[in-house]
Structure formats: structure tokens, C-alpha cells
């Protein structure tokens, strides 16, 4: 089976989109196709959304899907955005059997960076970069020295207000406390200021949906770290999935 393109997923709290990759270019090959993320977000509905993506791209090579949540060899250990019932459930394998191709999950934010390392903003960086996706929740991912250190969920810690980084300031709090761009942009920074003091990165990188949002909330950062919007903006997360499957090629067996 060839490498090269695979069929990136992005699973969302709002939508799941998938398109095939170029994994030695770091573009789609295709439209991205997107369905709204069925409510419950539980395995079964999702698994059924994944396997009609590949089916309309009729895919039938490899799958690599970028997953909400802490993913340790296939399996989903943690649910803060999508159905309790995925915990401890061996993801890959689902996507295997249900549509017979090989396929790898990897953490979201884990995946966009990855894009971003290898194509993006943080091409040739070897100091510590920090790439925050921001959706419906908070993803974030650090390189130091190029290499990745999966599952940071540093988007649950507590700021010294008290209050969950993610339930403060993601997007999905912006819409739902109606805050105008420029006040979700004070909270965004109170945030990456708690992440730059514990951290001190070189570079932070902006990602995930509001990453196409910039010019509503830049001004209200006020960081001494370098900062970026991830390059490929809301697609990292399709291209990093595809990438990941294809740097784990040799361990991805079709079901
Ligand atoms: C999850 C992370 C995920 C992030 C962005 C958080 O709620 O715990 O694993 O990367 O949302 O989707």
C-alpha cells in the first residue's frame, strides 16, 4: 500500500472534516468534507461518520484521524468534548473494522502541530514552541528541539482566578457568554500569559478555529513570546492526522 496520500480527519466538537493529503507536500488533494459532529458524539455515530467521509472520497488507503482527547496507542482516555462512552475505547481499531483500511488516532492538537512543525509556522524551530488550538476546547501541543511531546492537555489547567483555561477562554465559551472578539481576546491572553510564564517558549502558535479570526482579537495579546497563526489555520489538524499515520506506517495493519 502506498504512503504517500492519506485521508486526513479532523473530529470536532462542531464538525468533522476529512480530506486526502499529500503527506511530502503538506496540501489536500481534495475539498475537505465536512459533517456537522452527530449529537451524541459517541463511538458508534462517529465511526459511522468517519467511515461516510472515506466512502466519499472512495478511499481505500490509509486513514489517520485527529481525536478531541488524550490518546495513548489507539485508545481514548479522556472525554472532555465528546461523549463519555469513548473512554478506554480502542479508536484505530473501530476505524479498522469498520472500514477495512488501515488507520491511526492521534491527540488534535498533537496533529496540527506536526503540520505546523513540519510545513508551518514552526518550520526549523529547535527552541520550545507551544501551538494552542483553539474550538470547542483548548489543544495544545510543545516541540522542544523539533520533537513532540504528546498529550499536553495544558488547556485544563487553572488560572489563578480559579477558573479552567478552557471553560474561560475557549471559542465555544465566546459563543455561549456572547463576549465580543476583543473581551474573549483579554481572556485568551490572560491565558497565553499563564502559559509563557510557566513555559517561556520561543514561539506560540495560534491555531484551530479562531486561527482565521485573527485580526478580531491580535490586538488584545500582549506576550513578549514571538507569536503566529498556524499557516495551514484550521486545516492542521486534517494534514497533521495524515502525517502522523504515515510516520507510523510500519506498525498500521488493515483490519
Ligand atoms: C481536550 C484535548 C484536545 C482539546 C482540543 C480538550 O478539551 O482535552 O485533548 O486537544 O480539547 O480539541
Given at each position: 500500500?502506498?504512503?504517500?496520500?492519506?485521508l486526513?480527519?479532523?473530529?470536532?466538537?462542531?464538525?468533522?472534516?476529512?480530506?486526502?493529503?499529500?503527506?511530502?507536500?503538506?496540501?489536500?488533494?481534495?475539498?475537505?468534507?465536512r459533517?456537522?459532529?452527530?449529537n451524541p458524539?459517541?463511538?458508534?455515530?462517529?465511526?459511522?461518520?468517519?467511515k461516510?467521509?472515506?466512502?466519499?472520497?472512495?478511499?481505500?488507503g490509509?486513514?489517520?484521524?485527529?481525536?478531541?482527547?488524550?490518546?495513548?496507542?489507539?485508545?481514548?482516555?479522556?472525554?472532555?468534548?465528546?461523549?463519555?462512552?469513548?473512554?478506554?475505547?480502542?479508536?484505530?481499531?473501530?476505524?479498522?473494522?469498520?472500514?477495512?483500511?488501515?488507520?491511526?488516532?492521534?491527540?488534535?492538537?498533537?496533529?496540527?502541530?506536526?503540520?505546523?512543525?513540519?510545513?508551518?509556522?514552526?518550520?526549523?524551530?529547535?527552541?520550545?514552541?507551544?501551538?494552542?488550538?483553539?474550538?470547542?476546547?483548548i489543544?495544545?501541543?510543545?516541540?522542544?528541539?523539533?520533537?513532540?511531546?504528546?498529550?499536553?492537555?495544558?488547556?485544563?489547567?487553572?488560572?489563578?482566578?480559579?477558573?479552567?483555561?478552557?471553560?474561560?477562554?475557549?471559542?465555544?465559551?465566546?459563543?455561549?457568554?456572547?463576549?465580543?472578539w476583543?473581551?474573549?481576546?483579554?481572556?485568551?491572553?490572560?491565558?497565553?500569559?499563564?502559559?509563557?510564564?510557566?513555559?517561556?517558549?520561543?514561539l506560540?502558535?495560534?491555531?484551530?478555529?479562531?486561527?482565521?479570526?485573527?485580526?478580531?482579537?491580535?490586538?488584545?495579546?500582549?506576550?513578549?513570546?514571538?507569536?503566529?497563526?498556524?499557516?495551514?489555520?484550521?486545516?492542521?489538524?486534517?494534514?497533521?492526522?495524515?502525517?502522523?499515520?504515515?510516520?507510523?506506517?510500519?506498525?498500521?495493519k488493515?483490519?
Open positions: 500500500m502506498k504512503f504517500r496520500n492519506v486526513g480527519i479532523d473530529f470536532g466538537g462542531s464538525g468533522i472534516k476529512g480530506a486526502p493529503v499529500d503527506t511530502k507536500e503538506g496540501v489536500l488533494l481534495a475539498e475537505r468534507y459533517i456537522p459532529t452527530p458524539a459517541n463511538p458508534e455515530n462517529v465511526i459511522q461518520v468517519i461516510k467521509i472515506a466512502n466519499s472520497f472512495k478511499w481505500d490509509p486513514i489517520g484521524i485527529a481525536f478531541p482527547a488524550v490518546v495513548q496507542n489507539g485508545i481514548v482516555k479522556t472525554a472532555s468534548n465528546i461523549d463519555q462512552s469513548w473512554i478506554g475505547m480502542n479508536a484505530a481499531k473501530m476505524v479498522r473494522q469498520a472500514t477495512g483500511l488501515p488507520a491511526l488516532v492521534v491527540n488534535d492538537a498533537d496533529a496540527a502541530g506536526m503540520a505546523e512543525m513540519k510545513f508551518g509556522a514552526g518550520k526549523g524551530m529547535n527552541g520550545l514552541v507551544l501551538l494552542v488550538t483553539v474550538g470547542t476546547g489543544g495544545t501541543v510543545l516541540f522542544s528541539q523539533g520533537k513532540l511531546v504528546p498529550n499536553s492537555e495544558l488547556g485544563h489547567i487553572y488560572l489563578p482566578s480559579g477558573r479552567e483555561a478552557e471553560e474561560f477562554a475557549s471559542d465555544a465559551t465566546r459563543k455561549k457568554e456572547n463576549l465580543e476583543n473581551e474573549w481576546g483579554q481572556r485568551f491572553n490572560v491565558y497565553l500569559k499563564e502559559m509563557e510564564r510557566l513555559f517561556w517558549p520561543e506560540i502558535i495560534i491555531g484551530g478555529g479562531v486561527s482565521k479570526k485573527k485580526q478580531l482579537f491580535i490586538n488584545e495579546l500582549d506576550l513578549h513570546t514571538k507569536l503566529t497563526i498556524a499557516s495551514a489555520k484550521n486545516e492542521a489538524g486534517i494534514i497533521g492526522a495524515a502525517l502522523a499515520a504515515r510516520a507510523n506506517r510500519k506498525s498500521l488493515p483490519y
